[in-house]
């Protein structure tokens, strides 16, 4: 075999180990997004509910709280950015990163100081990286994140929050994550959780128009009814993206691997083809090796004839 | 026919049981509330503890429920908790030496966890 041959051989037989291991890491990822999404959808009455009772304290109450009032003079926030542990995933990290780092400018411009927090190490890596600075940071649960993972990312937020702005508390939180859309389609959206403006939550909450809520009765009382539920709120939310950032790394995943999975495929036909010319020419120079070696022979025989 | 109430028991992750009963017990933080149906329209702060639903065809469901709201309006009610079980999922013996094992590690809050689970599954009984 010509040396030639010999090298798309090799090249051949490392392309089709690759495309084992993407065709197996498409459809790990596959299965996960199953999986996720129906997390997501096991979330949901949770999320609505709880949805349900803020409007209702909210519009039924006339009572101010820290976290649904606008602070006047906003000078710090906090930004949360989801994002995953693992790569291999195409643009997934970098599309949310960027929405982070839009959005942190955007404040910044607005003249508020932003302080970081991140999911994921991907995103731990890229700020690490530009040396930036990370209020706090949270890893390892990315790919399967449970209620008890949110109450950890929301617990310090929460705290942040409720600390006054001069001992070094924030005035508003702001969420960025990847919306999982459909399978082809997920999107990384950024999202403010506080101050809660109760328009949005009540133009979320309006199952069908008309529909009148109803006067409650709140046990022990409407502040204290809202004091607990909106950490809740807050951690059913970032549960919430958890999940749907957790979905949308999966798909992103599988489409990465899908695409990784076709080239290789190409790059197979493209190789087998070149192997085969190779092989091709090396047979036809070997015969016109034998024939002209012959005829050379049959020259020189003819000749000592004479 | 009996007024019934339509009950949701929501878990963070789950919805855990849901269906129609006649009444409800449940703890708030200012006491012990039952709900029957034709309740005026309640909002309130759940205690960990026992929750008691009688279900319409005669039975009772009881499950631990850690912290979390009671809402009722229009005679549907939804519980809502970060972490419920129902009384048959359950465990005894293994609550039990988690609350062993928390009395001995003095880890108040898992005691507290692993009480509210055998109160429900006691109360079941």
Redesign the interface.
């Known amino acids: 075999m010509g040396a030639q041959l010999r090298v798309y051989k090799r090249r051949i037989r490392s392309v089709s180990a690759t495309k084992k291991i993407t065709k197996a890491m498409e459809m790990i990822a596959a299965s996960r997004v199953v999986k996720a999404q129906r ?1 997501v959808a ?2 949901t ?2 999320a609505t ?2 949805t ?2 803020v409007t ?2 909210a519009t039924g109450s006339n009572t101010k709280h820290p976290l649904t009032t606008e602070a006047e003079n906003p000078t710090r926030a906090a930004v949360l950015l989801l994002t995953s542990d693992r790569g291999l995933a195409g643009a997934f990290n970098s599309n949310a990163i960027k929405a982070a780092e839009r959005l942190t400018e955007r404040l910044e411009a607005e003249g508020k100081e932003v302080d970081s927090y991140i999911v994921g190490r991907r995103g731990v890596a890229h700020y690490n990286f530009r040396e930036r600075k990370i209020a706090e940071s949270f890893t390892g649960f990315t790919d399967d994140p ?2 008890a993972d ?2 950890k990312v929301a617990a310090p937020l929460i705290e942040a929050i409720e600390t006054e702005t001069a001992e070094g508390g924030v005035d508003e939180l702001h969420i960025v994550y990847t919306e999982f859309v459909s399978m082809m389609t997920q999107t990384a959206i950024e999202a403010r959780l506080l101050p809660l403006s109760l328009d949005e939550v009540a133009e979320e909450a309006k199952p069908e128009k008309g529909e009148i ?8 009382s409407a502040e ?2 809202l004091d ?2 909106l950490p ?1 709120y807050v ?2 939310r970032i ?1 919430n993206a958890l999940l749907q950032s957790a979905a949308s790394k999966h798909a992103a995943t599988r489409r990465a691997m899908k695409s990784a999975t076709d080239n290789a495929g190409e790059l197979i036909e493209t190789l087998t083809r070149l192997a085969n010319q190779a092989r091709q020419a090396e047979i036809t120079q070997e015969i016109s090796e034998i024939v002209g070696g012959a005829s050379a022979l049959a020259d020189a025989t003819a000749g000592s004839d004479r | 026919m009996a007024a019934e109430l339509h009950v949701a028991l929501v878990a963070a992750d789950r919805e855990v049981w849901s269906g129609q009963a006649t009444l409800v017990v449940a703890r708030t933080t200012s006491g012990d509330i039952g709900v029957m149906p034709g309740h005026q329209p309640l909002l309130g702060v759940l205690e960990s503890g026992p929750v008691t639903i009688r279900t319409s065809d005669g039975g009772t469901v009881v499950a631990a429920v850690h912290g979390g709201f009671i809402s009722f309006a229009d005679d549907k009610l939804s519980l809502l908790a970060e972490v419920a079980e129902l009384s048959d999922e359950i465990d005894v013996q293994r609550v039990e030496r988690e609350l062993e094992r928390a009395k001995a590690e003095d880890d108040a809050e898992a005691e507290r966890r692993a009480d509210v689970r055998l109160r429900a599954a006691t109360a079941a009984r």
């Open positions: 997390k096991a979330s009455p949770y509910e709880l349900r009772a209702a304290v449970s209620y949110a109450k809520l109803p006067l409650f009765d709140f046990e022990p204290d009814v607990a539920l809740r951690e059913s549960y």
